[in-house]
């Protein structure tokens, strides 16, 4: 059991450039979240995937896309990386979004935008 | 939006002290969660708070849910070193809608255990 899987693990990009980040669980879990996380901010929920199907704006989505390609993954899109979008990215996923202690974390994509 | 005041936003500390951080909120919350981040990873849950008063442990961790529901509060007991990293404080309400299972995040509070 693999958890919360993340790639790439760190990017660097060009302002202008897109990428996709990859996220995947191996938990049957229905609801996905990609947070971004910046010094002295905390972590900001960017979007989030209550089910398969569906996907709904958090705090901060501007700049950003998602994709719910299926009950395991959950892609976000950059499609003109901007200097403000150098983050630590985080996905989460749980299997009740009611129940919360079951929200787990990945290991994260450190993105730099130079 | 909901914000969440986390303090202090860094402790430096000798091992074998206590440590005492909490959150405060603008808006009422039904779940008060504490999570551990170490370096190079993602947040870890460490208690779940589910009902205002409640006091609950984890080990040496103890964290509790205020009356008003607008805060809460994290202590760690003899620290140790392994206890270094970012705790984040972390607030849930049921108001329903396009806000179902969404978390907001304290800033987080950097930990130093000095051996």
């Known amino acids: 059991n693999a958890g919360v899987t993340q790639t790439p693990k760190f990017q660097v990009l060009k302002t202008g450039q897109s990428m996709t980040l990859q996220c995947a669980q191996d938990?049957?879990?229905?609801?996905m979240y990609w947070y971004r996380q910046d010094p002295g901010m905390g972590l900001r929920l960017i979007y989030y995937s209550a089910s398969e199907g569906t996907t709904d704006k958090g705090e901060v989505p501007n700049g950003y896309n998602v994709s719910r390609l299926n009950k395991r993954e959950f892609s976000l899109r950059l499609e003109s990386a901007a200097p403000s979008q150098t983050s630590v990215y985080f996905c989460?996923?749980?299997?009740?979004?009611?129940?919360?202690?079951?929200?787990?974390f990945g290991p994260g994509t450190r993105l730099t935008v130079t | 939006g909901q914000q969440l005041n986390q303090s202090p936003q860094s402790m430096f500390i000798q091992e074998g002290e206590d440590v005492s951080m909490n959150c405060t909120s603008s808006?009422?919350?039904?779940?008060w969660l504490w999570y551990k981040q170490e370096p190079g990873e993602g947040p870890v849950l460490l208690i779940a708070?589910?009902?205002?008063?409640e006091l609950t442990s984890n080990g040496r961790l103890t964290a509790q849910f205020g009356i008003t529901r607008k805060d809460s509060f994290l202590n760690i007991s003899a620290s140790i070193p392994s206890d270094v990293g970012i705790y984040f404080c972390a607030g849930k309400n049921y108001a329903g809608g396009t806000s179902y299972g969404k978390l907001t995040f304290g800033q987080g509070t950097i930990l130093t255990v000095h051996p």
């Open positions: 989460a996923s749980t299997t009740d979004p009611r129940n919360v202690r079951e929200q787990y």
């Open positions: 938990m049957n879990h229905n609801s």
């Open positions: 808006s009422i919350f039904n779940t």
């Open positions: 708070l589910y009902k205002a008063g």
